[in-house]
């Protein structure tokens, strides 16, 4: 009987799913074919995915309790996906004092965060001295807050105005309480189109440079890409290539990121009509990809729940995922262009959503240490969240909590 639910699986795509599951590592071709799946090859592709976060990770699903600090959205570099940046001049540009980020940082604490991730625009006023001088400031008051900051882009700024080799900068950052860096600005490596969707920003060469050079000095990295925009299938394949290339390198990547193009509200998403983002399908796909094309080398595939939503992160842990990113607590930059899945989503949130796929959630470090097991529900911390009005709709007498609770406990007696 079972055997009706692979009959009508392709035979070229079931051995390329058999030598994943074997270990053996894919090729580019062998990606191509993946991405290009659907039907029963689809829904084999996201099963085999499966077996192998299962057998690479286990079924617990890590997340990290941390808040996202943008110091400035001052921003000359144009990207053509970017809604977040702002010119000096316009009402709404804004550079945060060291006091307003340490106000940022004590609200996250508040809030259980382990981790401050800490990025910004490229503001050509600045130079190595800020960036530097905002990491001594944070440690000076939260020595036990991880800083997970400053993007390649931000670090290839940061080093043109530092006069020093990249290495001894990179390690100046660190002994100022740089804990890791942020694999973003990769988008896709491939500089066609990088060429396209920000001539201004650092080429592919120099991105692969500066996270080598971190990664040489011990400094880890996460990894990402940036997809559903301009790419084709090849693009994909061959950045996942450079990727797992650069870990066998170095061992320096502590996650790879699948980012989903949010096109709403930025000159890239109304300039290029095939450019409304990837389907669901497409982000259970990347997820999906990674993991196979990746593995064993970065074990840690972590959806966006920003992007995705809440409810296809979910289904991402039934395709190869096995963590949830971060709280985040405050997000700007996917919002800026369009994002409408929330800003936030607390530790508890997160453990129901694990817990609704089966799984048990996991409060991970930075680096991917357990810090806590959540086994049991009823053993679950109170919420560590600041109480928010809840807006109610319906008659007047039900929009509040006394009358809630009546409705409720009447449903209970009746």
Known sequence: MLEKLYADVSRGVAEILDRALEGRELGHDDGLRLLATEGPDFQAFLRAADVARSEDKGDDVSFVVCRNVNFTNVCYVGCSFCGFARHREEEDAY????????????????RGATEICMQGGIDPQKNFDDYRNLLLGIKAEFPNLHIHAYSPEEMDHAHA???????????SFVEAGLGTMPGTAAEILDDEIRGILAPNKLMTARWREIISAAHEIGLRSTATIMYGHIEKPRHIVSHLEL????QKETGGFTEFVPLGFIHEKNALGHVNIEGHGPSAADDLKLIALSRLMLRPHIQNIQMSWVKMGPKVAQLALQSGANDMGGTLMEESISRESGADHGENLPAEEMRRLIREMGRTPVERSTKYDILRRFEDPEKDPPSLEPDHDREMAGPRRFRNERGLARVQLHDLQH
Not at 95 to 110: G, H, N, P, S
Not at 161 to 170: Q, V
């Open 161 to 171: 105005k530092s006069g020093m080799a990249l290495d001894e900068m990179l390690r």
């Open 95 to 110: 550079d945060r004092t060291i006091d307003q980020i340490l106000e940022k940082c004590r609200d996250a604490v508040a």
């Open 243 to 246: 990727i797992r290339e650069i």
